[in-house]
């Protein structure tokens, strides 16, 4: 049983530091915007039949 319940608290740690380092991600991280222009050829606007 010891064995078990330290298996469940090193998961649980790590699932703590997974959580921790998402929501620090999440919202300590600002993203920078930026324009971005993509070029279509224009075969991709019509089907071939």
């Known amino acids: 049983m010891p064995s078990l319940l330290r298996l469940l608290a090193v998961i ?13 991600l999440a919202h300590l991280v600002q993203p920078q915007p930026r324009e971005i222009t993509v070029s279509i050829p224009p075969s991709k606007f019509f089907k071939n039949r």
């Open 12 to 24: 649980a740690l790590l699932c703590a530091a997974v959580y921790g380092g998402l929501y620090s």
